[in-house]
């Protein structure tokens, strides 16, 4: 079903930038921005000291917090976490919690419903091809391990080792494109757009215009 909304759908790896580039999309086009990875990140600390295979005592934390996404900044039940949210522990077991049925389906209801009624430029690991499938713009962000490991590094504030944060990368895009519930992958109608040797602003650049071009299209 089409909708009466623009939606834009950036998908891609850990690191690729699809946050920042979404963020600044979403500002120049006065669209709503939604970090997708950023609900799985808080409900990740919410889960972290639950067993994972006791999926009644799962379901009770999902009901029982509150997650807020507010444009980077990530908030449980109304406490600032992003810091929190970007260490490697959570970014590992955000990936791992991802793998669960109950998870992804609370998650993705939970996005469709923001972006219900919004021009939005949403972002995560399966935006295209499970959340907005009818977006009027699906863009695929990629880049090398290495860029990715180096970006997420400097985003530390050089605090966590390099190789170790290449490692959790690399790991991350196993789980990832692994995982048997909407895996990461690469829709037939995303553009792919590789951010290793661009500016921030070309990237904005390129998948605005894409935008434009799709919104033509749609409006002809």
């Not at 690191?15 to 963020?23: E, L, P, V």
């Not at 661009?198 to 650049?205: A, C, F, L, R, S």
Request: charged share 20%; with cysteine.
């Amino acid at each position: 079903m089409s909708t009466p909304f623009y939606q834009i759908a950036i998908d891609g790896p850990a690191g690729a930038g699809k946050s920042t580039i979404a963020q600044l999309v979403a500002k120049q086009l006065n669209f709503l921005f939604i970090n997708t990875g950023g609900m799985y990140r808080c409900y990740a600390i919410a889960l972290k000291n639950t067993d994972l295979n006791n999926l009644p005592a799962v379901s009770q934390v999902l009901k029982s917090n509150q997650v807020t996404l507010e444009g980077q900044r990530l908030f449980l039940n109304g406490v600032d976490v992003t810091n929190e949210a970007y260490t490697s522990e959570i970014s590992g077991l955000a990936s791992t919690i991802g793998t669960i049925k109950i998870v992804r389906q609370k998650c993705v209801l939970d996005q469709q419903a923001i972006a219900q009624g919004h021009n939005v430029v949403m972002e995560g690991r399966d935006t295209t091809t499970v959340v907005l499938p009818n977006a009027t713009l699906k863009v695929f962000l990629t880049a090398s391990p290495e860029v990715r490991a180096h970006r997420r590094w400097l985003q530390s504030n050089k605090t966590q080792s390099l190789a170790m944060i290449d490692e959790d990368i690399r790991k991350r895009d196993y789980q990832d494109t692994h995982r048997a519930i909407d895996p990461l992958t690469k829709t037939t109608d995303a553009i792919e757009i590789n951010t290793d040797n661009k500016t921030i602003d070309q990237n904005v650049n390129e998948v605005i215009t894409a935008f434009m071009i799709k919104k033509e299209g749609k409006c002809a």
